[in-house]
């Protein structure tokens, strides 16, 4: 309900000087910080939508050392979107790699054959 509490002027003076510190620091580093709470916009990575190669050998290992696949095990593995993870394990369960093991709708349980 209240707001933030307006700061004293000694308070104002400290908080710019150690800010005006802090980015001096970082100019000359030429790292940014790392900034505790939301000031400043921290740019985000966004998840990839190029489906991996169901294909490669490489893909194939990666999936038969996890011992449940779900789509949010292989988006987390892979650094994709939930939905092209779905595709992948569609895609995978097609080619005879992993088997469906139980699931609903929304989410399926994969397990991989060996």
Do not use: H
Not at 14 to 42: D, I, V
Not at 69 to 74: E, F, G, K, N, S
Request: charged residues 30%; aromatic residues 4%; proline residues 3%.
């Amino acid at each position: 309900m209240g707001s933030r509490k307006k700061l004293s002027l000694k308070q104002a003076e400290k908080m710019q000087a150690r800010q005006a510190k802090k980015q001096s620091t970082t100019k000359k580093t030429g790292k940014a910080g790392k900034s505790g709470g939301s000031s400043g916009a921290a740019e985000k990575k966004a998840a990839g939508i190029i489906l991996p190669n169901a294909r490669s050998e490489k893909t194939v290992k990666e999936i038969k050392k996890l011992k449940v696949l779900t789509p949010y095990t292989v988006a987390l593995r892979f650094d994709i979107r939930l939905s092209v993870a779905r595709e992948l394990l569609q895609e995978l369960e097609q080619k005879g790699a992993i088997r469906w093991v139980s699931g609903s709708k929304n989410v399926k349980i994969y397990k991989p054959l060996d």
